[in-house]
Every structure is written in C-alpha cells, then in structure tokens.
C-alpha cells in the first residue's frame, strides 16, 4: 500500500465541514464522494451517525430581503371612498399625493 492508499483519519471539524460541503453542493452524496476522493460508504456512515436524516437543501429562486420595521405610526393615510385606504410609512412629497387623486 502506497502512501496515497493508506488511510486518512480526519478530525471531527473535518468531517463535518465535508458534510456540510456536500449538502451546500445540490450533488447527490455519490457524486460528492468520486468527486473528492472519498469513500462513499465512509461518507454514507458520516451521515448516518448524524442521528437524523439530513437531505440536501432545495435550491430555489428565492433571495433574502432585508425587512424595514415599520414605524408605529405612519406619515399619512388616504381613505377611499370604496372604503380602501392608502398608508403611506415614509414622507412622500405633495405631488406624489396628488397622483393618486386623479
């Protein structure tokens, strides 16, 4: 057995960062392993010793958007006369008010 054959042991840190590699790559567990040189069963039995099943994130087409916390009062209110209102949370000039008048 060569030097490039013998067996790795890595750290617990180790270990865990390829987990959470693999999960954050969208590849099937498989394909990680060819991909990194590592033995898929070895991989296999990282995960299991989780204690849980864990599968890997849906990728969506979703981004996180910053929320702006609303003020408890707002600027201003326009009451319609079908009933709906306008809230207004931040200062609005005067001609932007009256655009929605006409």
């Not at 067996?7 to 990680?32: D, M, N, V």
């Not at 099943?53 to 009451?79: D, G, R, Y």
């Not at 709906?84 to 005067?94: D, S």
Request: hydrophobic share 35%; aromatic share 10%.
């Amino acid at each position: 057995m060569n030097e490039s054959q013998q067996k790795h042991k890595r750290t617990r840190e180790e270990i865990e960062q390829l987990k959470a590699l693999c999960l954050a790559s969208g590849k099937s567990k498989k394909q990680f392993a060819e991909e990194n040189g590592i033995n898929y069963m070895t991989l296999m039995s990282w995960f299991s010793k989780m204690g849980k099943k864990q599968s890997v994130p849906k990728k969506t087409n979703f981004i996180p958007v910053p929320l702006i916390p609303q003020t408890s009062t707002p600027f201003a209110e326009i009451h319609l006369s079908n009933g709906k209102r306008i809230i207004f949370h931040q200062p609005v000039g005067a001609d932007y008010f009256h655009s929605f008048l006409k």
